[in-house]
């Protein structure tokens, strides 16, 4: 309690739970491990990382939007896409399918099939260095 209530008034305050909390994820654990909490009356998963940047979500918020990727991309024949659907609404693996923004830009395409020209989107392969995702060069 002393070690991390740093102006000694017996409390821990958000500020000193943030340093603690970034200084534990830095020196143990991964960076991007999420811990159940509650802010301002609203129940989530934070995370915090060692340089003390932070992120909360609700986890309703990535069920609900793990279930509108499933439904609305169910018939897509991309293999891009089809290789990382259906994703289950009851874990985090919504973040890294998401994370190249094609899932996105499908989800955009959606509403307004004029949107963007999928044949302008630089599909990421394992085997492009970062020169070649860079540039565009396929």
Known sequence: MKAVDQNNDNV?????FI?????????????SQAVQTVIDGKAGK???TAA?????????????????VNNNL??????EVTKRLPINPETEELFPNMADGLLFIKLL?????????????NKYKGTMNAVAVDLNIR
């Open 52 to 68: 003390g940047g932070q992120k909360f979500y609700k986890d309703e918020e990535v069920s609900a939007m793990s279930f509108l």
């Open 19 to 31: 340093d603690m909390y970034g200084k534990f994820v830095g020196s143990e654990h991964s960076a």
């Open 109 to 121: 395409n959606c509403i307004d099939e004029k949107a963007i020209d999928l044949r302008t989107i």
């Open 74 to 79: 169910a018939d897509d024949e991309d293999p």
């Open 12 to 16: 821990i305050s958000w500020d000193e």
């Open 46 to 48: 934070m995370t915090v």
